[in-house]
């Protein structure tokens, strides 16, 4: 792919999309990711949530890593990576992991794609070449970084199952959440599957770079009716807060980064004890989840609802007595919920639903500071849920 | 029920001491050994003087003593050979080139390596403490081991602190001027593990062979063929059963504890305790399998430094051998020849890249018409590329100008790959692993692994891979027993 293409010049990747993507990119704000260069923001984050949530956004995440896990064991690596049980994995069908080290913290998550009983795919935000190829070792099984050869979109929002199949993707509204299958779109074949980080009804599509315009123009070519936006990493997080997805290096820092021994995370101090499966004979770190299991976590990630509208953004929270409890992670004002929402850790005293705390927000007002003492109530992490994120048929 | 409380997995010296320990507390044991012939590696050694007088005297085992003064030589290319003389401890210069002044820096260099020597060795006979583990036992005696460095005295505890990390060369050349006596220590310092003279932490490296092995050079003390006969007689006599020709392929676990072995030809045997004394790498990656293992333990595991660089040459002559410009009374010296850092540590750059250059070092006895011969650096090749037929010619040439009548029968060499195979040590490592500032004590062979113990339930090590690591002390298998019978109590 564009490899070659790098020098001190240009010093970041162009993802196949990028032509397109530099053409709506009006504010001319690029992110960097995995050493390519990808929309931060079009036009304004807020105009792309709202698509988001209203019509449907595009978003380009070709520089996920993906990584192809083949070989006689593939299925039995897998098992002893993350901390799920795939014994039941079907073909076609998508699965949310997580890996821990072998104190139980949180190397990173990702979806795990099974194609078949000797064929997988791991697709993560992070790295992880290196941890796979350990973990492998003794296994017989090939793991191959192939995230240069396939091109990514995520196509998220209630209109994003109509448009695919005014497509004519085939039967596209009857294709299961973590499910995925291949359609034919434009006379392109391509791979669709129903996930995504919105946590609304969305579509991810993976397809070989070369098919990377046909596949991006099919999608905007009902644009006269249903004004669908690219939406930039912005709106992505925007997004992705309302759904309570975590952000690894953002709301934790993985294991394999932290500098820091206790700025690490277990899967139980995320609120993620439903992925861990401790019946399973073996995966790393299942013995220090264990022990993490029966003696409880010391804090954990919570959701919150704070007063007022001024995101509560890096924020330490206090107990009634103004004694430091914890700290904010993300937070953002929600235009769906029309309130003000947080996530953060705050210590076990404080984790069960309603309890109150206050945070601590200094909200900038033109080159000063406001310091606000904000109320808080600790409420369910997944702050927005959305009927159509699930319903089958999906909505068209 | 199963027939034995113990399998031991390889019959070589620490096998059969940690066995005779065992035995002695009523433990049902089997020993099984690849090979036709217990030993392991000892079957590669050519002299034997660290085993432990200790460990000797618990199992009451009369090793004859060989007492005579015993000779060093360091050749020199120009025939000016430097002759030392270790009795009792203490060096005497016999014959040296090396001017008084050097001479005397020399001893008290000497003098100093075994000051710090001797507190190193306090710490061989425990087992080392755990880190993290939150136990008073355990800070008590990391505090211990501590009190012990601090009893060398302000100025010594400062001075070893300092050249536990340095190279032997700086401190070498810091304090003599003479090539060949430098050289000599350069070549006790490396001698079996994968360090060159200016490789940082060859100065630990020399302090702790010299604790393990209880004196400088590696003189003859013991009659070592009787060694492990008398082990093995041991052994037999408390009940100790012994199979040989029997290789484990697999030690099978369920629920994450060790519940037996199955050898080669299927046969399975259970016991409640399995002590494997293969190096720890085979140990966890050909018999345990990395199925049940975590995956920052199996980077551990693998990232320990276990590659070998030594060849054994075994030559046969007509008649003794006649060294040039050595007196006959002292022919039955240890010959070295590592003439000076530069020229080792050149032999040494060319293995980092598993080449060998033809100017290689090496240190060589005799008994009567037999020359053993270690040569290093003879690097451990993936695949085992080594054109043996050139290693030993390459090998007989740089005997040669020393010998005066040179007519060889028979030559043979094992490669360190060759040892790797033979005897069950992944990278074919005299030591099972460097000794290094990170490979000893708690941290040998690793973290997470040290103590004799790892992640599998009943499962234990006890080979030169351990704490206090390899040479022939087996003070290895003893500590593996008492840590066995401690955990069981």
């Known amino acids: 792919m564009s490899q070659t293409n790098i020098s001190y010049k240009q010093p970041l990747l162009e993802t196949p999309f990028h032509e397109k993507t530099r053409e709506k990119c009006y504010a001319h704000d690029w992110h960097k990711w995995a050493g390519y260069k990808v929309v931060k923001q079009y036009t304004s984050a807020e105009l792309e949530y709202t698509a988001i949530r209203n019509t449907a956004g595009v978003i380009d995440i070709t520089p996920m890593h993906k990584y192809s896990v083949q070989g006689k064991d593939a299925k039995k690596f897998i098992n002893k990576l993350i901390t799920r049980n795939i014994d039941n994995i079907q073909p076609n069908q998508v699965v949310y992991a997580l890996w821990c080290n072998e104190d139980g913290f949180l190397v990173d998550d990702g979806t795990v794609f099974c194609f078949d009983e000797n064929n997988f795919r791991i697709c993560s935000g992070e790295r992880n070449l290196n941890w796979f190829e350990d973990t492998a070792i003794g296994f017989d099984v090939t793991i191959e970084d192939i995230s240069h050869s396939i091109a990514a979109l995520a196509f998220q929002g209630p209109l994003s199952c109509k448009i695919l199949h005014m497509l004519n993707a085939n039967k596209i509204e009857n294709l299961k959440p973590f499910c995925f299958d291949q359609f034919t779109i434009n006379n392109q074949e391509i791979t669709i599957s129903r996930t995504g980080f919105s946590g609304d009804l969305g579509y991810e599509l993976w397809c070989d770079p070369s098919q990377a315009h046909e596949v991006w123009d099919a999608l905007f070519s009902f644009n006269k009716d249903y004004k669908i936006l690219a939406a930039g990493l912005d709106a992505l997080d925007m997004v992705r807060v309302e759904a309570g997805f975590i952000v690894v290096n953002a709301d934790l820092i993985a294991a394999e980064h932290a500098l820091r021994p206790n700025r690490m995370r277990t899967p139980y101090e995320l609120g993620l004890a439903w992925m861990v499966n401790l019946d399973k004979e073996f995966f790393t770190g299942k013995e220090a989840l264990i022990k993490q299991k029966n003696k409880g976590v010391e804090k954990k990630l919570i959701g919150l609802d704070v007063q007022g509208d001024k995101p509560a953004v890096g924020s330490v929270l206090y107990d009634g007595s103004k004694k430091e409890i914890g700290i904010v992670t993300t937070a953002m004002w929600s235009p769906t919920l029309k309130s003000n929402i947080a996530m953060g850790y705050v210590n076990k005293e404080f984790i069960k639903l309603g309890s109150k705390i206050l945070a601590e927000i200094y909200h900038p007002e033109e080159l000063e500071y406001r310091k606000i003492w904000a109320q808080c109530k600790v409420v369910k992490k997944q702050f927005l849920n959305l009927e159509r994120r699930n319903a089958v048929p999906a909505l068209i | ?489």
């Open chain 2, 1 to 489: 029920m199963s027939k034995y409380d113990v399998i031991i997995i390889g019959g070589g010296h620490n096998g059969l001491v940690c066995a005779s320990y065992l035995s002695k507390k009523g433990y049902k044991i089997l020993i099984l050994e690849k090979n036709e012939k217990l030993g392991g590696l000892v079957n590669c050694a050519s002299s034997l003087n660290g085993f432990s007088s200790k460990i000797l005297g618990d199992l009451n085992i009369k090793l004859p003593k060989l007492n005579y003064n015993s000779y060093i030589v360091a050749l020199h290319s120009e025939q000016q050979h430097t002759i030392l003389q270790e009795n009792n401890n203490k060096i005497n210069f016999i014959k040296s080139n090396a001017n008084e002044e050097n001479q005397k820096k020399f001893s008290s260099l000497i003098n100093k390596y075994k000051i710090y020597a001797s507190t190193l060795s306090n710490f061989m006979y425990e087992v080392p403490p755990r880190l993290k583990s939150g136990k008073s036992k355990d800070t008590w005696q990391l505090i211990n081991m501590g009190w012990k460095i601090r009893k060398l005295g302000k100025k010594n505890m400062r001075e070893f602190l300092r050249v536990i990390g340095l190279n032997i060369a700086d401190d070498l050349e810091d304090n003599l001027r003479d090539n060949t006596l430098m050289g000599l220590l350069s070549h006790e310092a490396i001698l079996g593990s994968n360090l060159g003279p200016r490789s940082p932490g060859s100065i630990l490296s020399l302090l702790y062979k010299q604790a393990i092995q209880n004196g400088l050079f590696a003189s003859e003390k013991y009659d070592f063929h009787q060694l492990i006969p008398s082990l093995e007689k041991n052994c037999l006599d408390q009940g100790v059963e012994i199979k040989n020709n029997a290789n484990v392929k697999k030690i099978i676990t369920t629920n994450n504890q060790a519940t037996g072995v199955i050898l080669d030809n299927e046969e399975k045997i259970e016991a409640g305790i399995i002590i494997s004394n293969a190096d720890p790498k085979t140990t966890y990656f050909d018999l345990l399998g990395t199925e049940p293992l975590d995956t920052d333990f199996i980077r551990r595991a693998k990232n320990i430094r276990t590659k070998g660089n030594i060849a054994k040459l075994t030559i046969t002559l007509k008649e003794n051998p006649l060294i040039i410009n050595i007196e006959k009374e002292k022919m039955n010296a240890k010959f070295i020849y590592a003439p000076d850092i530069n020229y080792i540590e050149r032999a040494f750059n060319a293995s980092k890249y598993n080449k060998y250059n033809e100017n290689l070092c090496f240190e060589f006895h005799h008994c009567v018409n037999v020359i053993v011969a270690n040569i290093y650096y003879v690097p451990y090749v993936k695949n085992n590329t080594h054109d043996k037929e050139k290693l030993i010619q390459h090998s007989i040439n740089l005997l040669k100008p020393f010998i005066s009548n040179l007519e060889i029968e028979n030559a043979e060499l094992i490669t360190p790959n060759e040892i790797e195979e033979t005897y069950n040590v992944m990278g074919g490592h005299w030591h099972h692993g460097d000794f290094e500032i990170d490979q000893m004590l708690m941290m040998r062979p690793f973290y997470g692994s040290a103590q004799y113990t790892t992640p599998i339930k009943n499962l234990y090590l006890c080979s030169a891979g351990t704490h206090p690591g390899g040479g022939i002390t087996g003070i290895n298998g003893r500590n593996a027993a008492k840590k066995i019978i401690r955990d069981k109590i």
